[in-house]
């Protein structure tokens, strides 16, 4: 979040800031806190950082109980982001306990149990207001990004809010936490822009955890089929567990063949690419049926092409979103009732002061047979 | 808005308040302002009262430069809202500027030229999240209401950054003031919700300043058709210059009769009411085709008769509701276009000071053959 | 279907039917059939009547071999539905096998099996273009009501290419039966009409066949919650086993406030009338959930009260609808994945020879737990 | 069409359809008519043909009265269309009168005039049951293409009655033949794809006919500003009469440049590509805005690269589509209004008979400043 666009407290109100900064016992005590900081591509470390504190009137600061890390955290590890500078601490999932809100926060009170949206929205600008909280112009995904994250014991969050949900004090950490980001991601930019219809069939293509966040919410919606394509057979293994009617590995180059042999020629009303490289674009712009939907997931760093000559006369919607998390809501409903359980994701936990071993792991996701790899603050009350 | 659900300011930030309050000139030399007041059933009076001053974070003081008067208003003064009590300013409708912000705003400052909405949101709640922000759980409408309204010098509108829009400073204000509620109110309650698609029939039943809000932006979808019915054969004329094809005076009581000879018993796509009472719903509901929609706009005070007995396999969809308000962006873009001329609804025009005048005339319509009376201020800069 | 509005045949084409007529052998030796037929108010009976043949180009003859009664088979047998006239053969539900088409057929040849639509649609009115077959104008309810319907040993089907639906031959019958009015009409009528999303809170009054039709059709978009409301817990049961979260018993006059209570003042998103009658719509517009639908789905012989005094700033959707059946290919494609088992609904079974018995059981609903009584064809082939 | 899937007459019916034919007096006259017929790449000629007569149950013949040429027809004559075969004659658009049907023809009879969709649909199969028309599995775009074509005196129409629309006998027919391809082409693939609002920013590359016909069905929807893109001076003229608010000439490279400028470099939410050709393409991915949609009009010949990189977080929505004609009844509705006027796209007229002239100056359309040119019939009745 750029600073220029953020209300910046005058200054009497920061003096009443750092009053309340005072008051609580824990607060004298610690001053700093542990934090997984990027230091320039392959460098991480877990290491002393300042805590956090109010800087604006919508802030709220939570501490994290858990928290998990995504494919994302990996491309920046690689440097593949250059908004994400040396310094910064990552992490754009999580769940915690607010400790101290701004004084323009009116939804939260400290003690709060919550869940943190991966995506920051101020609720106020012409793109919240149209529901695309993805774009909104003094948030979006900046969490991790452009201001430091949620892999530390504390994070700030801005317009708190729109930004942060609440949960039951009782609440299955593990679960929500998939609600940060992977589930909504999942179902916004899949299955709802997929347009994922009773009786339809339903192509993923890629088994990882978005993936197979997209064939869980799919379900929602009561597919007849659903293709899982992959070229790891423990992952589509995964995916048969999780509801996918179908398992195609594409290493054999024959996943377009076997899709459109299943389907009489008449290839699939949904694809899904939860990948981000064009040999899975591929597959998926050649699978759709006359009046099918490809609805792309994946982070893409190359264009790709798009077979036009082919397409222009087959009615169908191409689809590319940034999750917008205004489904979160729908989706804490979803999973109190039973109909979703995101705790099929977790295979790995460590204590949050493990959190090297956590990307360790799941940097080594294949070999590790990693999905979603949970941490846990163990920090005293 | 009710006190209890609104986030008060705890003393410190009363104090800071108040200082903000000392600072400017102008409010040191004023510290009242005149003001419509509701004394009851039938009373009014353009009295001396306090200036409103910030009480919350969100909140904003507006000083108006126009202002209008609604059928509303006139109900309000029968007495029929119980809502609203003795003392109450009336008025949700204006245009005006900045004066003074509290330190939650971030999207306004002191000078900006605004446009007040009807319909306060707090952007922050379930009903504001899912773009209903007539059922806002902070606000909705409130102004004139449940606490002051717009028909003074001064108003305080809470949650300014979801309450109010920007305009440029030389906006046609009379044009812009009918964007407050009736402009929104026809197109949302009427067009909208009636799903009116270009080569439709829709039928307008009341010719008011809301039935004429809805003909103007029904033809935003290029109907082929569109009838007003009313009673008032001066109102229908000014319904044939704003667009309507065809005129009923529905006096003789044979609108219905007219309305399916017309369409050669068919009926229409879109019927709708913008009168509030059974007679007018009747009209509507006896002229829907099969497949249609009946939206209603106008406020009731008693139950109808439905006639599921006749509609139960006719495929029909009717709809309530109250303004969200979620259009003005884009009707502000509309009207920037010059595609929508809402200047067209004005007919009387009086300065703020003679509003009792205003009053007055409003009240008497029919005689006066009045539309939308402006009120506009001329208070020295 | 009105004779003045279909394609008679001129009189060399009669003359080829009539021979079409003649070459079959089993056709030679048996002119007449069996069926179901109504003799004025509470007077059926199970007699001998002409086969029917081919009138009209697009005429198929179809074999029965399953059939089923419908609560409005009791409604034509109480008297309330003057359409239906003496000698009647009633029934608008089935599956058989083709016996024959008329020249202008061209999706079925002789010895497919199909289901019988309880709708005819010509495929070619401004109607059936929109997909409202409820109202096609040469079709729409027509089996059973104006012209002969499904219970007896054969029927002939108008417009067969767009009234008729392949299924396979090894089909199971029982379940695709249901297919022929209740389920699509529980489903559009009460689950897409009330637009059920994942997440919502469904109220669902009515546990006859048609509510337990959409109870099971609702379960296609993962509501979190659907109350059952009914006044017989012995239909409340099934309704639990069918998928209801919370069963209320109506007995007590406390449903509003039970359903009130338990969604904590709020409502439910979409309140679906199954039954048709003042009360029970009263229920649904006493819950419905600001922003909520109405969906109804019962047949109404009176009109209703509507609270719009109460509604009309509520932004409710209330709709009515004749089934169109348009749905069908996507329920067949539900059923096939196993995802909707309409057995369920199954609680008698009677040879087709015994439909007597069958009415008499269906007729004791209440006293037999009755919910489909299942007709089965014995004549050998 | 292909032979096999279409129900060819049994013999009796045959002998039936000859006797048809035997029996009117021009018939017995005429039995050739004149027609346009490609003769492999660069070759046509107005040549002597045989009379089309009714070949299948569901078939009209029609009298040409008035027909027009469509760019696709310029590329068949290039020989880019594989499907068009020597012999064949051209044609897809047109008006005219019944002369005679087939026995499973309803909706027509002899004498009546109607319009010649550009695509056939049989009204029966899952893509028509889905509105797909252009992807009927009998039909789809096969006049002037797989079969004979509307160039010509007479033309035998396959599935009349979901592939004919009424016209009244005194219809503007220069205005109406725009209805069978080139004006459902813009509103279908242009406007509805591209979901035009009121208030929208709609930018449309290319200013040939179909361009034009987006710019004007994108009123419908009353837009606030449309830009219009093109190499043409000319071209953009007309742009500019037709309603264009901002013409942008595309030839020194700086298109993109000038639409974010204006746009103040938000982009467009609507960007229609109706030129068919990577460069045009470019422009529209280049220009679409966050949440934006990029509508494909144009038919194109080689893939394009579409930017995923840029693209994949930017929540946008690309389609595709032949035009399925199922806006017909609409765009009648709305001619009839006066709210389109469809003449303006006309710029040349021809006799039938000089159709060999129509065609020279089509192909040379920018020397020419051609748009559509209408083919009069002069058969004298």
Redo the contacts between chains.
């Keep these: 979040m750029s600073e220029a666009t953020?209300?910046l407290?005058?200054e009497?109100?920061e003096t009443?800031v750092q009053?309340v900064n005072h008051l609580p016992k824990e607060a004298l005590t610690a001053s700093t806190m542990k934090a997984l900081v990027y230091h320039g591509p392959g460098k991480r470390a877990w290491e002393e950082k300042p805590r956090p504190a109010i800087k604006d009137?919508?802030d709220a600061i939570v501490r994290i109980t858990t928290s998990t890390i995504c494919g994302t955290d990996l491309h920046i590890l690689k440097g593949d982001l250059p908004t994400v500078t040396d310094g910064r601490i990552l992490g754009h999932e999580g769940i915690g306990i607010v400790e101290e809100v701004g004084?323009?926060v009116?939804?939260f009170k400290k003690g709060d149990k919550v869940l943190v949206s991966c995506v920051t929205a101020?609720?106020?600008?012409?793109?919240?207001?149209?529901?695309?909280y993805?774009?909104c112009r003094?948030g979006g995904w900046i969490l991790g990004n452009t201001i430091d994250g949620t892999q530390a014991e504390y994070v700030r969050i801005p317009w708190a809010?729109?930004s942060l949900y609440a949960i039951p004090p009782d609440a299955d950490e593990e679960a929500l936490v998939m609600l940060s980001d992977i589930l909504p991601t999942g179902f916004e930019c899949g299955v709802l822009n997929g347009q994922v219809?009773?009786?339809d069939t339903v192509a993923i293509v890629g088994a990882g955890p978005v993936g197979l966040a997209v064939l869980l919410t799919a379900?929602?919606?009561?597919?007849?089929?659903i293709f899982m394509i992959d070229l790891d057979d423990k992952r589509l293994k995964v995916a048969k567990e999780l509801g996918a009617?179908t398992l195609i590995n594409s290493a054999d180059g024959n996943a377009v063949k076997r899709v459109m042999e299943l389907t009489d020629g008449a290839g699939v009303d949904v694809a899904v690419e939860a990948v981000?490289v064009p040999a899975t674009?591929d597959i998926c712009q050649a699978i759709v049926a006359?009046?099918g939907r490809v609805a792309?997931v994946?982070?893409?760093?190359?264009?790709?092409?798009?077979?036009?000559?082919k397409?222009?006369?087959?009615?169908?919607?191409?689809?590319?979103?940034?999750v917008?998390t205004?489904t979160t809501?729908?989706?804490?409903?979803?999973v109190?009732?039973g109909?979703?359980q995101p705790r099929k994701l977790v295979t790995h936990r460590f204590a949050l002061n493990d959190i090297m071993k956590g990307y360790d792991t799941f940097s080594n996701a294949a070999a590790e047979s990693a999905l979603k790899v949970i941490l846990k603050s163990e920090t005293p009350r």
């Design positions: 953020t209300t407290f005058a009497p109100a009443e009053k009137s919508s004084p323009g009116s939804s101020c609720g106020k600008c012409d793109f919240c207001r149209k529901s695309m993805s774009h003094h809010d729109t219809k009773p009786g379900q929602f919606y009561s597919p007849a089929t009617t981000g674009f006359a009046g792309n994946g982070v893409h760093g190359k264009p790709v092409e798009l077979h036009l000559e397409l222009w006369d087959r009615n169908i919607t191409l689809t590319t979103r940034l917008d205004v809501p729908l989706l804490l409903k979803v109190q009732s109909k979703l």
